[in-house]
């Protein structure tokens, strides 16, 4: 069974910085664009960030570019996500999916097609 286990949050002040780690088994990783979403309490789901396997690219909501970074390692079949200068309204349980490459990329960020989900990672930034 494919497995996504997302790992790296944690409790941090304003202004600092946080890794998290998508690690993914029994999936043909280049085959797949990998998305991070995050929910706040009472908000519904959004699309932060994510990273074509095919193709390298990437895509990041207006919230987050200039701060966030994703990455690809397909040696370990691992997505990062560098979490810069981070804010108390980042705070979020963090998932990581993966879509197959072949759909749209305008989609990326809606959670809409995603096939896998792993479990969430909770982040939170203190003022």
């Known amino acids: 069974d494919v497995q996504l286990q997302a790992s790296g949050g944690g409790l941090l002040q304003a202004g600092g910085s946080l890794r998290l780690s998508c690690a993914a088994s029994e999936l043909t990783f280049a085959d797949y664009a990998i998305g991070w979403f995050r929910q706040a309490p009472g908000k519904e789901r959004e699309g932060v960030s994510c990273?074509?396997?095919?193709?390298?690219?990437?895509y990041y909501a207006d919230s987050v570019k200039g701060r966030f970074t994703i990455s690809s390692d397909s040696a370990k079949n691992t997505v990062y996500l560098q979490m810069n200068n981070l804010k108390p309204e980042d705070s979020a349980v963090y998932y990581c999916a993966a879509i197959p490459s072949y759909y749209n990329p305008y989609y990326y960020l809606s959670d809409r097609d995603y096939h896998y989900w792993g479990q969430g990672t909770q982040v939170t930034v203190s003022s």
């Open positions: 990273i074509d396997n095919t193709d390298g690219n990437t």
